[in-house]
């Protein structure tokens, strides 16, 4: 018999966390990881590492198939398109000041799908292939040409055996004719709320009465048609933040049960005012504070709150196959499964793909949809999609849950060869995992509380944490 490669890192608590490239998991002491690197370990090490599915026996034929089934289970495998975000116009009636996706002034002329761009857009949906399609209309401000959107709708629905629509919009003003076009059952709102009230109006609306305005839009969208259908997203300054609790305060007053924490952009506008190229440890701080007031909120409630990221996070370690947020799986194919197609008609990979080729850092444009796409650029994006064989990651006992984002390498330092360790996706990543990992084993009752119900479980099993001394 002999047990599978592992890999370790350490915790605070002076323990490591064990894990293979198939994502098995357990946690163990130093004199566990002495008698590993020696190769001594006991029978009991070995009944152990065998009930995991750790152990390669060339006898038992399920020892060599069981680790191949859970790796594919593991790796990301790409669809037709399915999910196409169009920004029907740049122009905007907010000037927030950090704006990620470079707006222009509500009057500019000269940024908004002409009719010849719209006309090439219906042609390149009705191109696509799958039978379900999720459409999502970004700006600038979406509602400000409430005609496309409508006129795109009604083309879907003919077109898609299922479809869905968002429309990403500042609920700042919006029209009678608008919220009509909202009410219907497969649209829905993802909105900004930048953690309070106050948040907002420092950052995005300035001044009370248009402050005001967004909160008697925002009430009203909720209480015609619930969180189900609206949701809304903080942008915070990391150096910064508003406190944790009146966040939780302010969003659980709307109804809210899903808190997505986002910092600042480097990739879009926002790198001119703020700077933040290299900053993790403000931000890694205030993460956990935000996670222990949330731990502590729902100590004491039954109306839990997640962090969704977190959560997310939680699912990658638990459940295979959780590849349905973009930012992160494995291997992250760019421009298969999704795309993203601007006012001018220019396809680009990913939303930070588009923010990134606006600010001139560099062009990451796919291809535009009077030609279609550019597969000679596209394959040379997807050949530093996937961390399988990166040199760092294979190191690493996060590699199964984790993966690579290529656009915020190329955004930060112009290259995406650079030593993993040394970007800020994996130094974040790192302390993410760090952090997850501490929860699941920790034996604090507040925390399992919150685990369970961000599982969706009725509570957390002890199994869920293998550990052996």
Not at 322 to 349: K, S
């Amino acid at each position: 018999m002999k047990v599978w490669p592992l890999k370790f890192r350490e915790n605070r608590e002076r323990k490591y966390t064990f894990s293979d490239n198939t994502g098995v998991f357990f946690s163990a002491d130093e004199t566990f990881l002495e008698r590993y690197v020696h190769d001594s370990l006991n029978s009991r090490d070995l009944a152990f590492l065998d009930r995991m599915g750790l152990i390669f026996d060339p006898q038992k034929r399920s020892t060599l198939t069981a680790p191949a089934i859970r790796l594919a289970q593991r790796t990301f495998r790409s669809e037709e398109v399915g999910y196409v975000i169009l920004v029907p116009t740049l122009r905007c009636n907010l000037n927030c000041e950090y704006c990620q996706v470079s707006r222009v002034s509500e009057n500019a002329k000269g940024f908004d799908w002409s009719e010849e761009t719209l006309e090439q857009i219906l042609k390149f949906l009705g191109s696509l292939k799958s039978p379900k399609m999720k459409v999502e209309f970004q700006g600038g401000e979406p509602l400000l040409r409430l005609d496309l959107l409508d006129q795109v709708r009604q083309f879907c629905r003919k077109r898609f055996d299922e479809v869905s629509f968002v429309v990403c919009t500042n609920l700042q003003n919006v029209s009678e004719k608008a919220w009509d076009f909202l009410s219907a059952k497969d649209t829905y709102i993802s909105t900004s709320l930048d953690g309070t009230f106050d948040e907002h109006k420092k950052n995005r609306t300035f001044e009370e009465t248009t402050n005001q305005e967004f909160q008697s839009n925002i009430n009203r969208a909720i209480k015609s048609w619930g969180t189900d259908k609206v949701s809304a997203l903080p942008t915070l300054d990391p150096t910064a933040p508003p406190d944790p609790k009146e966040i939780i305060s302010t969003y659980t007053s709307l109804g809210m049960r899903s808190i997505y924490l986002r910092r600042v952009n480097f990739q879009g506008f926002a790198r001119k005012k703020f700077s933040l190229h290299e900053e993790t440890r403000q931000w890694s701080d205030f993460y956990r504070s935000f996670i222990e007031a949330l731990i502590e909120h729902n100590a004491h409630t039954d109306d839990f709150v997640e962090e969704y990221y977190l959560s997310h996070l939680l699912r990658r370690i638990f459940q295979r196959g959780q590849d349905g947020h973009v930012d992160l799986r494995n291997p992250n194919w760019l421009g298969i499964d999704y795309l993203v197609v601007d006012f001018d008609g220019v396809i680009y990979p990913t939303d930070e793909a588009r923010m990134v080729s606006r600010i001139g850092k560099v062009n990451l444009a796919i291809g535009d949809i009077r030609n279609g796409i550019n597969h000679s650029a596209l394959q040379q994006l997807n050949s530093v999609v996937s961390n399988n064989f990166d040199p760092d990651c294979c190191e690493c006992p996060y590699q199964a849950f984790c993966g690579l984002d290529p656009v915020d390498d190329l955004s930060r330092y112009g290259r995406v060869d650079l030593p993993r360790h040394t970007t800020m996706h994996c130094r974040t990543h790192l302390e993410l995992f760090d952090y997850v990992f501490e929860m699941i084993y920790s034996n604090d009752w507040k925390i399992k509380k919150s685990i369970a119900h961000w599982m969706d479980v009725p509570e957390f099993p002890v199994q869920l944490a293998p550990k052996i001394r």
